[in-house]
Every structure is written in structure tokens, then in C-alpha cells.
Nanobody
């Protein structure tokens, strides 16, 4: 099983980006949970958004109302739509899948300029 994240880049504050995590060799809906984490320089990795197999979604408080996580059955991806980006959203973003085993994708860098 491999997770491949894409979609990061440089954006001005107030802008939008969409991250996508493509999963190979396993149905995205068969994971107990999938989600996005981020790690800013000098900080610990934190959960940004996650969705359970049953569709329960949670967001960290700082992104509520701005970010939306979703799963795409046809593409077998978990996506993160990020709107109204702020400089404090700058971080390396990682996707994670938990099927009993935990899988991490390589990070994708998001840089938000002020």
C-alpha cells in the first residue's frame, strides 16, 4: 500500500489549494480512518482533518470553516480543499491511512505568503 500526496505549492494569504492523496493497492473506503496531518518548522506533527470509515469527520480548530476533507471513490483519493489560507498554515502536509497498519505518504509542502 502506498500513499502519494500532491498539490502543495506557494500561495498568497487568502488563496486556496487542493491537496490530493492517491492510495494504491487498497480501497480508500476500507481504511478505518484516513486523514491529513501537517508539520510546521520547529513544531510537532498535528492532525489537520480526518475521516473515519463511517464518514465521521473532524478538523483541528484552527482550520474549521476553511478546510474540507473528502474521499473520492472513483479516484481512490482523500482530498483536502484549503481555502482562506493563512501564513500559519505553512507546513509540510502528510496523508495518513489507518487500516490496523498505519501508512504515511510523503509530505507535500504548502507555503502561504503574507
Amino acid at each position: 500500500v502506498q500513499l502519494q500526496a500532491s498539490g502543495g505549492g506557494l500561495v498568497q494569504a487568502g488563496g486556496s489549494l487542493r491537496l490530493s492523496c492517491a492510495v494504491s493497492s487498497k480501497n480508500i473506503f476500507s481504511f478505518r480512518a484516513v486523514g491529513w496531518y501537517r508539520q510546521a518548522p520547529g513544531k510537532e506533527r498535528e492532525l489537520v482533518a480526518g475521516v473515519s470509515a463511517g464518514g465521521d469527520i473532524k478538523y483541528t480548530d484552527s482550520v474549521k470553516g476553511r478546510f474540507t476533507i473528502s474521499r473520492d471513490r472513483a479516484k481512490n483519493t482523500v482530498d483536502l480543499q484549503m481555502n482562506s489560507l493563512k501564513p500559519e498554515d505553512t507546513a509540510v502536509y502528510f496523508c495518513r491511512g489507518d487500516s490496523g497498519w498505519v501508512y504515511w505518504g510523503r509530505g507535500t509542502l504548502v507555503t502561504v505568503s503574507s
